[in-house]
């Protein structure tokens, strides 16, 4: 596709699931992004990769938190035992090169709700 | 820490008329500095970047941005408000090793009546 398209858009799930959130960014960017944002909030960041690999993951909130991007293109999201306040819309972005290079092509999102 | 405070929370300006939004930012060194826009089921879309060089800063859609260092301000304006600019606005700053990790404030959601 053209833009960068995450799945599912919407994901309902009980305290204590697990969840995966998957990302396809655009074709030939080297960087991806994974943003959270809550009603009322700017995104707030949570990992950068570049490449396969993660190069800033200092803004995964705790351990419950993982994502991985194996071939350098598609990325998962997951969330182990999931809480009512990991309740967000889960953004992914990505661009050619870098943020302070490059535009951040941000996806629609996926909108998690734990009940 | 690097932080990002947009102080209004929701704007409504009559279509034709002149728009301001304000954005102060708190970073140590020269910061990269963005403004994104938001519309209802659509992606966070690039509107303008500053990195160095001229403080006032062109982006699409009619939409400009000036660096004020002694201010710690990075204000979006435009001349001439459309119905179709109704969104939210969110201004970055880029932090990290890099400016990789956009740091974003809370947004301006823009209202505008006709």
């Known amino acids: 596709g053209a833009g960068v398209s995450q799945t599912p858009s919407n994901k309902v799930t009980e305290k204590g699931k697990y969840v995966e959130l998957r990302c396809d960014p655009i074709?030939?960017?080297?960087?991806l992004y994974w943003y959270r944002q809550s009603l009322g909030q700017g995104p707030e960041f949570l990992i950068y990769?570049?490449?396969?690999?993660?190069?800033?993951d200092s803004g995964l909130p705790n351990d419950r938190f993982f994502a991985v991007r194996p071939e350098g293109s598609v990325s998962t999201l997951k969330i182990q035992r999931t809480e009512r306040g990991d309740s967000a819309v889960y953004l992914c972005?990505?661009?050619?090169?870098?943020?302070?290079?490059?535009?951040?092509?941000f996806g629609e999102g996926s909108r998690l709700t734990v009940l | 820490a690097q932080s990002v405070t947009q102080p209004d929370i929701h704007i409504t300006v009559s279509e034709g008329a002149s728009l301001e939004l304000r954005c102060n930012y708190s970073?140590?060194?020269?910061?990269?500095l963005f403004w994104y826009v938001q519309s209802p089921g659509q992606g966070l879309q690039l509107l303008l970047k500053y990195f160095s060089g001229d403080t006032l800063v062109q982006g699409i859609k009619g939409f400009e941005a000036e660096f004020k260092r002694s201010q710690s301000s990075f204000n979006l304006r435009k001349p001439s408000v459309h119905w179709s600019d109704a969104a939210e606005y969110f201004c970055?700053?880029?932090?990290?090793?890099?400016?990789?990790?956009?740091?974003f404030g809370a947004g301006t959601i823009l209202r505008v009546k006709s």
């Open positions: 074709s030939g960017h080297t960087a």
């Open positions: 972005a990505s661009s050619l090169t870098s943020a302070t290079t490059g535009e951040l092509f």
């Open positions: 970055a700053v880029g932090a990290g090793s890099g400016g990789n990790k956009l740091v």
């Open positions: 990769f570049q490449g396969t690999g993660a190069a800033d």
């Open positions: 970073y140590g060194a020269t910061p990269y």
